[in-house]
């Protein structure tokens, strides 16, 4: 069964950093496109950061592009979100997701597996 389980999430001051993980079970990461999406309380879901299976590829939205490093460990098959320079606007509930496409495309609806999704609360 395909399996993906995100963590690192909790609560950060603004200006701090925080890594998600997120480790794959019952696949190969190595052929999936991953991505990172988040959701806050009465917004829709977002695409954060997205990497290609094939030459690693990478996609960020404008909002994150210089604070948000995408990485994939295909060896540990697990794909990481790593975030500096977070802000309150960066609170939402974060979600990885695999597609089996070589793409670095990042639209929500085009993902096929998800995970539960982490709780990130950037607050002082």
């Known amino acids: 069964q395909l399996q993906l389980v995100e963590s690192g999430g909790g609560l950060v001051q603004p200006g701090g950093s925080l890594r998600l993980s997120c480790a794959a079970s019952g696949f190969t990461l190595d052929y999936y496109a991953i991505g990172w999406f988040r959701q806050a309380p009465g917004k829709e879901r977002e695409g954060v950061s997205c990497?290609?299976?094939?030459?690693?590829?990478?996609y960020y939205a404008d909002s994150v592009k210089g604070r948000f490093t995408i990485s994939r460990d295909n060896a540990k098959n697990t794909v990481y979100l790593q975030k500096h320079s977070l802000k309150p606007a960066d609170t939402a509930v974060y979600y990885c997701?695999?597609?089996?496409?070589?793409?670095?495309?990042?639209?929500?609806?085009?993902?096929?597996?998800w995970g539960p999704g982490t709780q990130v609360t950037v607050s002082s």
């Open positions: 997701a695999a597609l089996h496409v070589v793409t670095t495309d990042c639209l929500p609806y085009e993902y096929d597996y």
């Open positions: 990497i290609s299976s094939s030459d690693g590829s990478t």
